[in-house]
T-cell receptor, first 119, second 114 residues
């Protein structure tokens, strides 16, 4: 298991501003992910945060809108840039401690989420 | 891309009843994970399955990895009020370079009437 914390837990932001969400894990993990969960919906993968290199983004998500940093094996940030009300959502950090890009056999854990409301 | 069909979408049951929900996929998975999400919280991993035919229990929860590797079910026995929440299935193990990514079902909303 892995203990994941996220900051902030929630925020209300004005249109056009940016918010950076932090994710801290209590142990080193190989893979970290950022998800979005819109109200009443399932989870959508935004990107895979790669340590020491640029994140790998899913279709429909771009680096200019969702810049991601991952300076080490226990920490990552996601920035939601130039926000609009459509960005109101829960943003979730997720880790798979022993997962490698070539292996699918592993558990995956989620942080508590950051609830973002954009006015 | 891969798609997961999770059913039912919602269930309303009486305390003490058993519950069953399932997920089917259009393609093969190597891993099935079942999560529960409470309001305002992140999903919590309940059970992980790695082998076709595998049957795994966690307390009152039992989950199985289908023989075809395209489906999984989760059973909850003797439900209690704290079982209320949204249950998600997730599969991993697609072809090519994407086999580390999870594909999620749309969730089953469970309500338990005391």
């Amino acid at each position: 298991s892995a203990v994941i914390s996220q900051k902030p837990s929630r925020d209300i932001c004005q249109r056009g501003t940016s918010l950076t969400i932090q994710c801290q894990v209590d142990s080193q993990v190989t893979m970290m992910f950022w998800y979005r969960q819109q109200p009443g919906q399932s989870l959508t993968l935004i990107a895979t945060a790669n340590q020491g290199s640029e994140a790998t983004y899913e279709s429909g998500f771009v680096i200019d809108k969702f810049p991601i940093s991952r300076p080490n094996l226990t920490f990552s940030t996601l920035t939601v840039s130039n926000m609009s009300p459509e960005d109101s959502s829960i943003y979730l950090c997720s880790v798979s401690p022993g997962l490698a890009a070539s292996s699918s056999y592993n558990e995956q854990f989620f942080g508590p989420g950051t609830r973002l409301t954009v006015l | 891309g891969q798609q997961l069909n999770q059913s039912p979408q919602s269930m309303f049951i009486q305390e003490g009843e058993d519950v069953s929900m399932n997920c089917t996929s259009s393609s093969i998975f190597n891993t099935w994970l079942w999560y529960k999400q409470d309001p305002g919280e992140g999903p919590v991993l309940l059970i992980a399955l790695y082998k076709a035919g595998e049957l795994t229990s966690n307390g009152r929860l039992t989950a199985q990895f289908g023989i075809t590797r395209k489906d999984s079910f989760l059973n909850i026995s003797a439900s209690i009020p704290s079982d209320v929440g949204i249950y998600f299935c997730a599969g991993r193990g697609g072809s090519g370079g994407s086999n580390y990514k999870l594909t999620f079902g749309k969730g089953t909303l469970l309500t338990v009437n005391p």
